[in-house]
């Protein structure tokens, strides 16, 4: 019954941690996903400190940060995009099953508007 | 000279450090553009690793992550933009006079295709 | 069976025509998102056919131009919104139920990808 | 004087036509690019109609009906370029010598804050 709340479709039974999410949802994200995310933001996040620094270089070419910008931004999308197929695999496709799609739906539409 | 050479349309003088470009491009970007986007871009290093921890909780939503992502991917845009109106007052704007404005556009279109 | 084969969380019977899928998906689009995503692309297709007309006078300014086809782009991007709900509501969320998950995770996250 | 008014990086005196902008601007778009536009945009607006009239089939499935607003997004996106390479060659880069600058990147600016 837990692993049906969390969504049927993946393992969600969380070996590394115990999901133990608020009352209101009830689903959690898968571990692996997780973690792939985790390990991304991580790398981006690293990148992003180095374009931090180039600026304190006076001699810095604007094109050359915006570029850096713009692969920084590309990596944020690759981690996010780990996240949404994590969501779509473990809790939007059973979402009828659960009786939850409405909110599922909506979450998912409000996201996709401000893109 | 100096002053034409790093674009004539705004003060590239830089008090705060000594603008010595590479052969190959001759412009610096502006100083003020350089530290408001260096503030920029530590603050959203700073979000970046706050949701960076938030996937160490095995209770995080997804959809709560990707909105999260979505706030340091505007605060990139923003930070983006501060260089970019930089680069168009300090290089663009000037570019046929310096007469580099093939490389000028070139460089733009690029930057533009990817998005 | 066949409102399941169609989706179950939508009513998907196109009361203005039959759906008659091909074998390999099953799925068909609701009638009602059909119909307002085609409304919408008419007003899109005006829109687009006025900027056209637009450039065949001398005078345009190119950043009016711009503005009009951004505006445009966001009639494209509601009408698509209309059809992703659509989508969501209608095969996205019942996916374990009828089995095609996988398919149907592929498909949106290759659709993510190219934005 | 003409000439220069319409921005000196790129001939600008329209063959085809009389380029007799409003007083406030004198900017007048290269007509190669507005030919080139126009072109474009015909294609994308053909395109546009033939995924309108995909939307008369209760067949059509919804995934289809995206990938294909995006192909006809990418046209659209194609076409932007055209005028804004033209823009940007016509107009941004001599902006300094025409003493409009300020006016140039602010309208540039807000074009990229919506995208």
């Known amino acids: 019954m837990?692993?049906?709340a969390t969504g049927p479709a993946t393992d969600t039974t969380h070996p590394g941690?115990?999901?133990d999410p608020p009352a209101e949802h009830h689903l959690?994200?898968?571990e692996d996903a997780r973690k792939r995310a985790s390990r991304r933001l991580a790398i981006a996040r690293g990148h992003l400190e180095s374009v931090r620094k180039s600026l304190d270089d006076p001699d810095v070419y604007c094109i050359d940060v915006l570029r850096q910008l713009k692969a920084v931004q590309g990596a944020l999308?690759?981690?996010a995009g780990v996240v949404m197929r994590g969501h779509l695999e473990a809790h939007v496709v059973a979402a009828h099953e659960r009786g939850d799609e409405k909110r599922i739906v909506d979450e998912l539409m409000e996201l996709?508007?401000?893109t």
Chains 1, 2, 3, 4 share one sequence.
């Open 2 to 4: 837990t692993t049906k």
């Open 17 to 19: 941690g115990k999901c």
């Open 28 to 30: 959690c994200m898968p």
């Open 77 to 79: 999308e690759g981690a």
């Open 112 to 114: 996709f508007k401000y």
